[in-house]
């Protein structure tokens, strides 16, 4: 099995972090980019795209500031995580999204984040 490496990736957002949060950490804020559809029961997520279903642990979370989510098929100790980051002098707000993929599908992992967080800006009216 090959190791899987942990890569980031950051986008400027237009939103609260307030806002932002909730659609990082809700099931239903969840739902309106990163998923056809969330469910939770506690700290369960279950995921829906086109009929699939995965589901993940809620590991961490703090207020305005991150979730960290793993996949409860990964036993590797890997998780994804998306993170409010908020300038100090500009005031931008960015969210850093970390996630693990195996070397060969860092690309394509980044490319599906990329296109999610398209969907999470036009959620938001984000540029």
């Given at each position: 099995?090959?190791?899987?490496?942990?890569y980031?990736i950051?986008?400027?957002?237009?939103?609260?972090?307030?806002?932002?949060?909730?659609?990082?950490?809700?099931?239903?804020g969840?739902?309106?980019?990163?998923?056809?559809?969330?469910?939770?029961?506690?700290?369960?997520?279950?995921?829906?795209?086109?009929?699939?279903?995965?589901?993940?642990?809620?590991?961490?979370?703090?207020?305005?500031?991150?979730?960290?989510f793993?996949?409860?098929e990964?036993?590797?100790?890997?998780?994804?995580?998306?993170?409010?980051?908020?300038?100090?002098?500009?005031?931008?707000?960015?969210?850093?999204?970390?996630?693990?993929a195996?070397?060969?599908?860092?690309?394509e992992?980044?490319?599906?984040?990329?296109?999610?967080?398209?969907?999470?800006?036009?959620?938001?009216?984000?540029?």
């Amino acid at each position: 099995m090959n190791d899987k490496i942990k890569y980031e990736i950051e986008f400027v957002i237009q939103s609260s972090p307030q806002l932002l949060y909730q659609y990082l950490s809700t099931p239903s804020g969840l739902s309106e980019w990163f998923a056809d559809n969330v469910n939770s029961r506690g700290e369960l997520f279950r995921f829906i795209w086109d009929g699939t279903e995965e589901e993940a642990k809620l590991l961490k979370r703090k207020s305005d500031e991150f979730v960290r989510f793993a996949w409860e098929e990964n036993s590797d100790g890997s998780y994804f995580e998306m993170r409010i980051i908020v300038d100090e002098i500009t005031k931008d707000v960015s969210l850093f999204i970390t996630d693990f993929a195996e070397e060969d599908e860092i690309e394509e992992s980044k490319m599906l984040w990329e296109n999610q967080v398209s969907s999470l800006k036009q959620v938001l009216g984000s540029k």
